[in-house]
DNA sequence: TACCAGGACGTGC
DNA sequence: GCACGTCATGGT
C-alpha cells in the first residue's frame, strides 16, 4: 500500500537527516526508513512525498501527519532569529517523528559522546546480530531488537559493534526494561518522565530529553548537546554554561514548540546556515 | 597529535 | 549540591 501528502511539509531528506533517527537509507530516488520491525520507502517529486509500506497507518503516525507544521514553521520565523528564520523557511518540511520508546532509549544511550555517522553504524550492526530478520518489498532487513533479545546478548558483542565504553549501558538498561518493561513510562507529565528517565544506567539529562521528545512526543523538551551549546553562544550571544540552565532558557522562549525549534536550530547549524 | 562527536558516571569535596 | 577525571572509537 501507499500514500502521499504535500510535499512542502513533509521533506524525507530533512525529516530523517536531521539526527533525529538513526535507521536508514537512501534508495532509488528516495530513502528506506526503519522503525522497530517495520520499514517503509519515501520518496518525494517536490510536490508529493510518497509512503510505501505494509503498514502505512504505522508511518503515517510515525511520520506526525496529523500535524499542521504550517503554524510551527510561522511560530518559529516569527522570533526574527536569523539562524532560526533561515532553517524554519528551508526545512518546513521536516517533522519530528514519533519513534518507538525503547528503541530510542537504546539509540540515544549510543549517541553520547558520539557522533552521528557512527552512531547509525553502531546501532546497523546491533540490529543485524540481534534484531529478527524480515523481508519486504525492498529487500530483507533487520528489526530493532527486543529489550529482552538485547538483554540476552553478552557485553561483549556491544563492545564487537563498537558501542565502546557504553556497552555496560546497554546490557543494564536493557536487562532492566526485559524485566519490569517500560509501562511505567506511560502516561507521565514531561516532568515526571524526564525524572523516570534519568533513572536508567547511561540515561542523562541530554539522552532524556531527546527520548522525550522523540519517544513520547514531549514538545516541551529542548536538548542541549555539544551543537546547541554552540548555537546559544554563538546566535543567542548566551553566557551561561550550564546545561540545564541552557535548555530551561530556550523552554522559557519557545514553551511548547521547544522541540520543533530545537530540531530546527539544531538541523541548520549542522548544515552551517 | 590533539581534539571532537546529539554526555554520563563515579569520586571527592 | 558541584567540579573534575574518565570512559571507546573513528574522523579530521
Redesign the pocket.
Known amino acids: 500500500m501507499k500514500f502521499d501528502f504535500d510535499a512542502r511539509y513533509f521533506n524525507p531528506e530533512h525529516t530523517l537527516d536531521?539526527?533525529?533517527v538513526f535507521r536508514f537509507s537512501r534508495y532509488r530516488d528516495g530513502f528506506l526508513s526503519l522503525s522497530a520491525d517495520k520499514i517503509c520507502y519515501v520518496h518525494s517529486d517536490g510536490v508529493k512525498t510518497v509512503v510505501e509500506s505494509d503498514d502505512c497507518d504505522y508511518f503515517y503516525n510515525y511520520f506526525d501527519l496529523d500535524r499542521d507544521y504550517s503554524e510551527i514553521v510561522e511560530k518559529a520565523k516569527s522570533y526574527g532569529i536569523p539562524l532560526l528564520s533561515k532553517s524554519a523557511e528551508l526545512c518546513r518540511g521536516l517533522r519530528i517523528l514519533n519513534q518507538n520508546r525503547e528503541e530510542m532509549i537504546y539509540s540515544?544511550i549510543i549517541?553520547?559522546?558520539?557522533?552521528?555517522?557512527?552512531?547509525k553504524g553502531i546501532i546497523s550492526r546491533i540490529c543485524e546480530g540481534l534484531g529478527e530478520k524480515k523481508s519486504s518489498p525492498f529487500g530483507d532487513y533487520h528489526a530493532f531488537p527486543s529489550s529482552s533479545a538485547m538483554a540476552g546478548a553478552d557485553i561483549s558483542f556491544y563492545?564487537s559493534a563498537?558501542a565502546?565504553?557504553r556497552d555496560e549501558?546497554l546490557c543494564r538498561t536493557s536487562a532492566r526494561i526485559a524485566k519490569e518493561g517500560v509501562t511505567r513510562l506511560d502516561g507521565l507529565d514531561a516532568e515526571s518522565l524526564r525524572k523516570e528517565l534519568?533513572t536508567?544506567?547511561?540515561?542523562?539529562?541530554?539522552?532524556?530529553d531527546?527520548v522525550a521528545l522523540f519517544g513520547f512526543g514531549k514538545s516541551q523538551s529542548f536538548?542541549?548537546?555539544?551543537?546547541?551549546e554552540?548555537i546559544y553562544r554563538e546566535d543567542f550571544k548566551g553566557e551561561v554554561k550550564?546545561?540545564k540552565k541552557i535548555s530551561d532558557y530556550f523552554v522559557s522562549v519557545f514553551g511548547e514548540y521547544s522541540g520543533y525549534i530545537?530540531?530546527y536550530l539544531?538541523y541548520g547549524k549542522?548544515l552551517n546556515l
Not at 111 to 119: A, E
Not at 223 to 228: A, E, G, K, S
Request: aromatic share 14%; proline share 7%.
Open positions: 536531521c539526527g533525529q540515544f549517541s553520547q559522546n558520539n557522533n552521528i555517522p557512527r552512531i563492545r563498537g565502546g565504553y549501558y534519568l536508567y544506567k547511561g540515561i542523562g539529562p541530554k539522552v532524556a531527546c536538548p542541549v548537546d555539544t551543537w546547541v554552540k550550564d546545561r530545537q530540531q539544531f549542522r
